[in-house]
T-cell receptor, first 115, second 112 residues
Framework: NAGVMQNPRHLVRRRGQEARLRCSPM?????VYWYRQLPEEGLKFMVY????????ESGMPKERFSAEFPKEGPSILRIQQVVRGDSAAYFC?????????????FGQGTRLTVV | QKEVEQDPGPLSVPEGAIVSLNCTYS??????FMWYRQYSRKGPELLMY????GNKEDGRFTAQVDKSSKYISLFIRDSQPSDSATYLC????????????FGRGTSLIVHP
C-alpha cells in the first residue's frame, strides 16, 4: 500500500484553524475513498470521489468538511474551523477505473490532532 | 445494532496457535466480504476477499463466509509474532458504489 501517498503524516491544528489533508492515488487509479478512524469506532467511510466528481458523500459531516479530486493533482480533504472532536486518523484508499473497493489500496494515513 | 459487529479483543495467543477471528453482520445485502490487516500506525492492508458464501484459502490464511448465519471468519494457522496486528473485517453489497462497511477490528497478539 506504499503506492497511495498521504501527506502530511501528522498534522497539529489549533481549534478554529483549517486542516488540509492530501492523497495521491496509486498510478493509474482514478477512484479515491476517504475514511476516518477513531480508536473506539473503527474505520468510517466519509466520501468517494472520481476525477472531478463526488460520487458518494453520505459519510461526510454536513458542515465544515469538504473533499475534491481535481483533474490534476491530489485529492484534498478539507476541514474548516477544526474542533477537538476532529482529532483522528484519516485514511484514503484508491482503486482503478472499473474496479470495486475490494481492489482498493490504503495509504498510511494522516493523524490530525486538534489542540 | 451496528451493521457489522467485531470483538475488539485483544486476543493473545502463543506462537504456532490457530487463530480464529470473527464478525457478524445484519445486512443481508452484503455480498463481498474482506479481511484487512493493520499494523500499528499504518494503513489497512487487504488480506483476502470472498464473494458470497464459501471458503477461500491463501497460505496460512483461510476466510469463511456463512451467509445463512451472517457470520464470517478468518483463520490463521501456525500464527507468528509478525501476525500481531489489528484485523478488520469489511463487507459491501453489489449495488451502488460498493462502499464497504468495516468492523471496529480485533487486536491480535502472538507471543513467542
Amino acid at each position: 500500500n506504499a503506492g497511495v501517498m498521504q501527506n502530511p503524516r501528522h498534522l497539529v491544528r489549533r481549534r478554529g484553524q483549517e486542516a488540509r489533508l492530501r492523497c495521491s492515488p496509486m498510478k493509474g487509479h482514478s477512484h479515491v475513498y476517504w475514511y476516518r478512524q477513531l480508536p473506539e469506532e473503527g474505520l468510517k467511510f466519509m466520501v468517494y470521489l472520481q476525477k472531478e466528481n463526488i460520487i458518494d458523500e453520505s459519510g461526510m459531516p454536513k458542515e465544515r468538511f469538504s473533499a475534491e479530486f481535481p483533474k490534476e493533482g491530489p485529492s484534498i480533504l478539507r476541514i474548516q474551523q477544526v474542533v477537538r472532536g476532529d482529532s483522528a486518523a484519516y485514511f484514503c484508499a484508491s482503486s482503478p477505473e472499473g474496479g470495486r473497493n475490494t481492489e482498493a489500496f490504503f495509504g498510511q494515513g494522516t493523524r490530525l490532532t486538534v489542540v | 445494532q451496528k451493521e457489522v459487529e467485531q470483538d475488539p479483543g485483544p486476543l493473545s495467543v502463543p506462537e504456532g496457535a490457530i487463530v480464529s477471528l470473527n464478525c457478524t453482520y445484519s445486512n443481508s445485502a452484503f455480498q463481498y466480504f474482506m479481511w484487512y490487516r493493520q499494523y500499528s500506525r499504518k494503513g489497512p492492508e487487504l488480506l483476502m476477499y470472498t464473494y458470497s458464501s464459501g471458503n477461500k484459502e491463501d497460505g496460512r490464511f483461510t476466510a469463511q463466509v456463512d451467509k445463512s448465519s451472517k457470520y464470517i471468519s478468518l483463520f490463521i494457522r501456525d500464527s507468528q509474532p509478525s501476525d500481531s496486528a489489528t484485523y478488520l473485517c469489511a463487507m459491501s453489497g453489489t449495488g451502488g458504489s460498493y462502499i464497504p462497511t468495516f468492523g471496529r477490528g480485533t487486536s491480535l497478539i502472538v507471543h513467542p
